[in-house]
Each structure stands twice: as C-alpha cells, then as structure tokens.
C-alpha cells in the first residue's frame, strides 16, 4: 500500500541526508502511536508544543527556551533543529541542552530575522520559526508538517528542511537528525529530554 505521508517523511529525511537506517525506521513508524499525556509545567502551561488552526501560527504561542529556562529538554531539542535546517547549527549540535553553541545560533537567527538578539528563544522567535511550517497531509486527524528552512547570512551550513507530526490532540511530536538516532520521532516535550 503506498502511504503518501510517510513517503514524505522518507523524501524529506533522505533529501537532509539521514542515514538510511534512520530514515528506514522513521517510514516504519505509523501513526497509532499513543499520544502521551498532557501535563503542566511549561512557560505556556503546557508540557508540549502545541498547535490548532491554522499551522503556521502553531509555534506562535510557545514558551522560553535558553541557557536557564528549559534548557535540557525535548522542546530545545526542536528548538536546535529548528536551527539546523535555518543553516545555524551542525547536525551534531542537536543534543536537547542549550549550552554556548545554540545560545550564539540563537542570537545569529534573531540578528537575521531583525529580532533582538538576547540568546532566548521565546515568542518572537518561537513565531518568526513558525513561519517556515507548511501541511502537507492529514491522516485521521494526524497532520503531517514540513520544516523548511533558508540558510542565513551568518550560517557556515546549508538549509535543510524535517518533518513534524501534530496529533489529533495538538501536541507536536518531529522527526530530525537527532531522531534518526534514536530511530523514532520525539516529542517535543518542555520537561523530559531524550534526544
């Protein structure tokens, strides 16, 4: 049977170069996964990134990522990806603690997107991320989202683009050169780390 999302999963993770073990257990991973439950204790009183709507307004309202706020944690891990495929961070940098590196990538995206460059992932960089998110397919109320990024004019490394899963609950779950790793998605949760 061919699946026309999880084709799209296997187009992106090949097009960013993940190794084909990686991309051979990501398009091996359906959607019946049981989506975790729903806890409090992020900056916007939820566990995970969220969306409903409309997607790229999906990261419009999420937390505070940096070097003391949820530092090591799944959301930082998206939040490193995020850099990646924007051109700001090797591959090698994605690990879910934000230490000096990803503070200084963070700093170099919000320069180049005209943000103030404090080092915090927060609102305004939470949204100007958001807008590089497009739906791509929605099976049984699972959306399947796209991450495409623009290399930027501080950035050594090329753009890249990964793909995000938004559950039937709203909780965001991605799949990234850390989740070929482990060989599954990661959710992007504020209060755990497992990338």
């Not at 959301?75 to 200084?104: E, K």
């Not at 080092?119 to 099976?139: I, P, V």
């Amino acid at each position: 049977m061919n699946n026309p999302s999880l084709n799209l999963i296997g187009r992106v993770l090949r097009k960013a170069a993940v190794p084909a073990v990686g991309a051979a257990a990501a398009l091996a991973i359906t959607v019946a996964v049981a989506t975790p439950a729903v806890a409090s204790g992020s900056y916007t009183g939820r566990a995970f990134v969220y969306g409903t709507g409309a997607v790229p307004d999906d990261f419009d309202d999420e937390g505070v990522v940096n070097v003391s706020t949820h530092r090591s944690s799944n959301v930082t891990c998206l939040w490193q990806t995020v850099l990646w495929a924007n051109g700001y961070l090797p591959s090698s940098g994605i690990d879910g603690v934000f230490g000096d590196r990803t503070d200084a990538a963070t700093r170099n995206f919000q320069r180049d997107k005209g943000l103030g460059a404090d080092g915090s992932a927060g609102r305004n960089s939470w949204t100007k991320a958001g807008d590089r998110l497009t739906q791509e397919d929605n099976q049984l109320g699972w959306l399947f989202v796209v991450y495409r990024g623009v290399k930027g004019s501080r950035s050594p490394y090329g753009a890249s683009e990964f793909v995000l899963q938004r559950s039937p609950d709203g909780n965001y779950r991605f799949y990234g050169p850390a989740s070929s790793r482990r060989g599954a998605p990661i959710w992007a949760n504020y209060n755990t780390r497992a990338c």
